[in-house]
Structure formats: structure tokens, C-alpha cells
């Protein structure tokens, strides 16, 4: 059979680029297509423009505790304006350079939508059919609304980086990332927020001493976090809108940001001209290689809704080149995978949380919260948070948990080791650096005791 090309990659996100590229650059035939903006999810609205939020929302703080240290600080205000033009300016070089690694490595770019006509074809809008060897599908998730009256009135979190002014005041909606880490973003921005989650306490599935502490600092910086309350109905008066809440209370808002989730975007692939089987969410249901039901097709990152992080995307695509291209069968590792809450404080994460660990074996947990010595210079609440979860048969550290700024920066760090099987004796072999907040990692001596 005579193929156009070795491989094409439909999607040009973290995993498609990175899968495409490294592939060409080995001498095969890539073609990729990709009809929105180069880059996908993370760089243009994702990751990227929300930890550049991040930064811009943190400044407020600095400049308050700066006056405390003894900083002459007169602010006038943050110009939305002037942060968004540079912003796009940004996302623009970001994406001209994912441009350049794909034409640099020699891959064949279609600026089209594509779906799959059958194993081995491409069908693009533009009508042209592409027969390629194998096919990676890589084309990422998208944010989904509840359905409810009125839905259509609020933003998603793609929406957030193309607001002409900042709202007044903000209602958001979902107690996941993308929910905690906006409302901290637009609180710092000087938005007045609430946040709603239906459940009982915000960021589930994170270890809980550690979310209940992010809640609890996100109260005491002025955020209004709301559990056990979702929306009924929206719908808009004057130049608001009026929120009906499940417990009976109507209030108006400025905005409202739904980050109630993200669904994988499968529905005009052409998934049904090759039979290949989707989940309950519609993900790609894939084997330990990323490889489909249909041999010569694969799919990588959040279309597959796996473990959803841009870095986890991008080892996806490595294991497949490994397997597909470099004669290296590769299974995925999805085993102790890292990851970061941009809330402030940060939450720093990898493997399994107390209440986790204890239904699997006899643990023992290693705790230190403590004020740093930043906050208590100036008299400030504010707690961070060193956790440690280990076996006690094994004396292997399962667990990490950081609450803290730069707990991202850390624990990135403290994984390294974790991923290695460090025991807590190693751990506590390490010389502390002192004097920091991570130097509790290394100095926790006794178990707690929770009896
Ligand atoms: P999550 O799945 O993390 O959170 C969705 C939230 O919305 C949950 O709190 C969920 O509640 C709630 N929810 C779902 N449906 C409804 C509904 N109908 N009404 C009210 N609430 C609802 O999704 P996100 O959108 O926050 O993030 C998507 C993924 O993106 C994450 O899983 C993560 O992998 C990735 N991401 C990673 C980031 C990082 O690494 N820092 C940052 C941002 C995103 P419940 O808990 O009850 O289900």
C-alpha cells in the first residue's frame, strides 16, 4: 500500500507537536493538522496564560507586605488593559515558535480540521485525503457547562483571556483546578469572588488536610468559598446577572465562570468510520501503548482522559514514538505523576493522600504546618502545610503534600526521590537547607498521632 506520509498527527497541541516533531526529526514523513492556533490547550489557553495571571494577581500582596517590611509602596491600580495587550503579544511568539519547531523538524503543517475516513485516511475540510502509515489523534478536551437554564450567560475558562475589562464581581462555579485557581487569579486582581462547589469541600481527590487549608487561606484573603450550593438557573438583568442558587437565594453578579469540567473532543473526528470505541465521557479508549482498537491508529493526551496534564500529554507522545518509530516498545507511566494547584498558596502533589493510603496498607504520617518566617515577620495567619504519607511496613514515602508558595517548585523536586522509592530514613539522611520552608521535608521525626 502507498502511503503520503509516515505518520500524520491530527492536533497541534503539547502532545501532537511533540509527538510530530520528534518523529520527523528522525527522517520520517510527518504531516500535521491543526485548526485552531499552534499550541493547543496549554499555551494559548491554558497553563500558560493562566500562570502569567497568576503572577499578575500576586503583586497586590507583595506590595502589602512589602509596606510591612518597611517598602514605601503607593499603588494606583492594575491596568487589565495593558496586561491583556501584552499577553496576546505573548501567546502570538508562543505559538509562531511551535510554528517553527514543527517547519525545523519537517513536518508537514495543514492549518484544517481533520477526521479519520478510515484506518489509514485523513479526510481535511478543505476535501484533500492524506493515506498515512499511522495516525495519532491528539486533539485535546474542552470545558463543558452544566445543563442548566441560562448556561449560555456565563464564560469558560477559554473565555477568561479575551475579556475586554475585569468584572466587578465573580461567581464561580466547580470546586476542581481551574475553579480554585481563577477565583485565587481574579482575587488578587481586585474581583469580588465567590466560588460555589457543590461537594463538601473544594479540590477533591487532593489529599484533604491539604485542600481544607487552601479553602480556609483562600477565605482569609477574601474569597467567598461556598460548598454543598450549586446554580439552578441564569439569567440576565440589565447589565448583570441574577443567579437562582440551589438553596433559595438570588444574587446578582457582574460574571460567572463555569469550570465544571472538561470533555474530551471527540464528536466530529469520524471516530465511527473506523469503530473505534469511546468511554462514558467520549475519551479514546486506548491500551499501555496509546494504541486503539484499530491497529494503525493511536491517540494521546486528554482525548484519551487519562491523567489530564500537559507533561503527561508529552510522555504520551514520547512512549508512542518509542514504540512506533524507534523499534523501543514503550508502555505509558502513569504511576506517581506530579502535580501543582496554581491556588495561592500553591498546592504541591504526588501520590496518594492520607485517607487513599490508609484503605490500602498501614501508613504512617509525617506532618508540619507552621507559619513561615515571611508571614510571621509581619504577623500574618497564614499556614503552610509539609506532609509526608509512609509505609509502615516498607517505610517507602507514598505520598507528599505541600501547601505552601512555590509548593509547585518543590514538589517537583521531592518527586524525583518519591519516584525513585526514597524511604522516609533517606529522606531524613538529607542534610536540611536552612533557613526554608521545605527544610521540614527532611526534619519531621515523629509520626503524628492521630488517636
Ligand atoms: P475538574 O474535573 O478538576 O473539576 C470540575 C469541578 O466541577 C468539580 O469540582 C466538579 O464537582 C464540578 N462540577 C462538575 N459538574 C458540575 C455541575 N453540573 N454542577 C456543578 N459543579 C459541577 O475540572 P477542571 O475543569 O477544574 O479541570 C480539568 C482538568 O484540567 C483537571 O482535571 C486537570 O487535569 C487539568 N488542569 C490542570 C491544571 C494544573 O495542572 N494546575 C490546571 C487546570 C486544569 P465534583 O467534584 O463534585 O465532581
Same mark, same amino acid.
Given at each position: 500500500?502507498?502511503?503520503?506520509?509516515?505518520?500524520?498527527?491530527?492536533?497541534?497541541?503539547?502532545?501532537?507537536?511533540?509527538?510530530?516533531?520528534?518523529?520527523?526529526?528522525?527522517?520520517?514523513?510527518?504531516?500535521?493538522?491543526?485548526?485552531?492556533?499552534?499550541?493547543?490547550?496549554?499555551?494559548?489557553?491554558?497553563?500558560?496564560?493562566?500562570?502569567?495571571?497568576?503572577?499578575?494577581?500576586?503583586?497586590?500582596?507583595?506590595?502589602?507586605?512589602?509596606?510591612?517590611?518597611?517598602?514605601?509602596?503607593?499603588?494606583?491600580?492594575?491596568?487589565?488593559?495593558?496586561?491583556?495587550?501584552?499577553?496576546?503579544?505573548?501567546?502570538?511568539?508562543?505559538?509562531?515558535?511551535?510554528?517553527?519547531?514543527?517547519?525545523?523538524?519537517?513536518?508537514?503543517?495543514?492549518?484544517?480540521?481533520?477526521?479519520?475516513?478510515?484506518?489509514?485516511?485523513?479526510?481535511?475540510?478543505?476535501?484533500?485525503?492524506?493515506?498515512?502509515?499511522?495516525?495519532?489523534?491528539?486533539?485535546?478536551?474542552?470545558?463543558?457547562?452544566?445543563?442548566?437554564?441560562? &448556561?449560555?450567560?456565563?464564560?469558560? &475558562?477559554?473565555?477568561?483571556?479575551?475579556?475586554?475589562?475585569?468584572?466587578?464581581?465573580?461567581?464561580?462555579?466547580?470546586?476542581?483546578?481551574?475553579? &480554585?485557581?481563577?477565583?485565587?487569579?481574579?482575587?488578587?486582581?481586585?474581583?469580588?469572588?465567590?466560588?460555589?462547589?457543590?461537594?463538601?469541600?473544594?479540590?477533591?481527590?487532593?489529599?484533604?488536610?491539604?485542600?481544607?487549608?487552601?479553602?480556609?487561606?483562600?477565605?482569609?484573603?477574601?474569597?467567598?468559598?461556598?460548598?454543598?450550593?450549586?446554580?439552578?438557573?441564569?439569567?440576565?438583568?440589565?447589565?448583570?446577572?441574577?443567579?437562582?442558587?440551589?438553596?433559595?437565594?438570588?444574587?446578582?453578579?457582574?460574571?460567572?465562570?463555569?469550570?465544571?469540567?472538561?470533555?474530551?473532543?471527540?464528536? &466530529?473526528?469520524?471516530?465511527?468510520?473506523?469503530?473505534?470505541?469511546?468511554?462514558?465521557?467520549?475519551?479514546?479508549?486506548?491500551?499501555?501503548?496509546?494504541?486503539?482498537?484499530?491497529?494503525?491508529?493511536?491517540?494521546?493526551?486528554?482525548?484519551?482522559?487519562?491523567?489530564?496534564?500537559?507533561?503527561?500529554?508529552?510522555?504520551?507522545?514520547?512512549?508512542?514514538?518509542?514504540?512506533?518509530?524507534?523499534?523501543?516498545?514503550?508502555?505509558?507511566?502513569?504511576?506517581?505523576?506530579?502535580?501543582?494547584?496554581?491556588?495561592?498558596?500553591?498546592?504541591?502533589?504526588?501520590?496518594?493522600?492520607?485517607?487513599?493510603?490508609?484503605?490500602?496498607?498501614?501508613?504512617?504520617?509525617?506532618?508540619?504546618?507552621?507559619?513561615?518566617?515571611?508571614?510571621?515577620?509581619?504577623?500574618?495567619?497564614?499556614?503552610?502545610?509539609?506532609?509526608?504519607?509512609?509505609?509502615?511496613?516498607?517505610?517507602?514515602?507514598?505520598?507528599?503534600?505541600?501547601?505552601?508558595?512555590?509548593?509547585?517548585?518543590?514538589?517537583?523536586?521531592?518527586?524525583?526521590?518519591?519516584?525513585?522509592?526514597?524511604?522516609?530514613?533517606?529522606?531524613?539522611?538529607?542534610?536540611?537547607?536552612?533557613?526554608?520552608?521545605?527544610?521540614?521535608?527532611?526534619?519531621?521525626?515523629?509520626?503524628?498521632?492521630?488517636?
Amino acid at each position: 500500500m502507498k502511503f503520503d506520509c509516515d505518520l500524520f498527527v491530527i492536533g497541534g497541541g503539547s502532545g501532537g507537536v511533540r509527538a510530530a516533531r520528534v518523529v520527523a526529526a528522525q527522517g520520517y514523513k510527518v504531516s500535521l493538522a491543526e485548526g485552531d492556533r499552534m499550541g493547543g490547550t496549554c499555551v494559548i489557553r491554558g497553563c500558560v496564560p493562566k500562570k502569567l495571571m497568576v503572577y499578575a494577581s500576586k503583586y497586590q500582596e507583595s506590595f502589602d507586605e512589602g509596606r510591612e517590611y518597611g517598602w514605601d509602596v503607593n499603588v494606583t491600580g492594575f491596568s487589565w488593559e495593558h496586561f491583556r495587550k501584552k499577553l496576546d503579544a505573548e501567546l502570538a511568539r508562543l505559538e509562531k515558535v511551535y510554528r517553527k519547531l514543527l517547519e525545523t523538524s519537517g513536518v508537514s503543517v495543514f492549518n484544517d480540521w481533520a477526521q479519520i475516513k478510515d484506518p489509514h485516511t485523513v479526510l481535511l475540510g478543505s476535501g484533500e485525503e492524506i493515506r498515512a502509515k499511522t495516525i495519532l489523534i491528539a486533539v485535546g478536551g474542552q470545558a463543558v457547562k452544566p445543563d442548566i437554564t441560562g &448556561s449560555n450567560f456565563g464564560m469558560i &475558562s477559554d473565555d477568561v483571556f479575551g475579556l475586554n475589562e475585569l468584572p466587578k464581581s465573580l461567581l464561580i462555579v466547580g470546586g476542581g483546578y481551574i475553579a &480554585s485557581e481563577f477565583s485565587c487569579i481574579f482575587n488578587g486582581l481586585g474581583v469580588d469572588v465567590t466560588q460555589i462547589y457543590r461537594g463538601q469541600n473544594i479540590l477533591r481527590g487532593f489529599d484533604d488536610e491539604a485542600s481544607q487549608l487552601i479553602s480556609e487561606t483562600m477565605v482569609a484573603k477574601g474569597i467567598k468559598v461556598r460548598c454543598n450550593e450549586n446554580i439552578l438557573k441564569l439569567s440576565r438583568e440589565t447589565d448583570q446577572l441574577k443567579i437562582d442558587f440551589q438553596l433559595g437565594s438570588t444574587e446578582l453578579f457582574d460574571d460567572v465562570l463555569f469550570a465544571t469540567g472538561r470533555k474530551p473532543n471527540t464528536q &466530529s473526528l469520524g471516530l465511527h468510520n473506523v469503530g473505534i470505541k469511546t468511554g462514558t465521557s467520549g475519551e479514546i479508549l486506548v491500551d499501555k501503548y496509546s494504541q486503539t482498537d484499530q491497529p494503525s491508529i493511536f491517540a494521546i493526551g486528554d482525548v484519551t482522559n487519562r491523567i489530564n496534564l500537559t507533561p503527561v500529554a508529552i510522555n504520551e507522545a514520547m512512549a508512542f514514538a518509542q514504540t512506533m518509530f524507534f523499534g523501543n516498545p514503550t508502555p505509558v507511566d502513569h504511576h506517581l505523576v506530579p502535580s501543582a494547584v496554581f491556588t495561592q498558596p500553591e498546592l504541591g502533589s504526588i501520590g496518594l493522600s492520607e485517607k487513599d493510603a490508609e484503605k490500602i496498607e498501614p501508613i504512617l504520617v509525617y506532618e508540619s504546618k507552621f507559619r513561615s518566617m515571611q508571614k510571621s515577620f509581619i504577623s500574618k495567619s497564614e499556614e503552610v502545610l509539609m506532609k509526608l504519607i509512609v509505609s509502615k511496613e516498607t517505610n517507602v514515602v507514598i505520598g507528599c503534600h505541600i501547601v505552601a508558595p512555590d509548593a509547585a517548585e518543590m514538589i517537583q523536586l521531592a518527586s524525583i526521590a518519591i519516584k525513585m522509592g526514597a524511604t522516609k530514613d533517606q529522606f531524613d539522611q538529607v542534610c536540611a537547607v536552612h533557613p526554608t520552608m521545605a527544610e521540614e521535608l527532611v526534619t519531621m521525626r515523629n509520626p503524628i498521632n492521630r488517636g
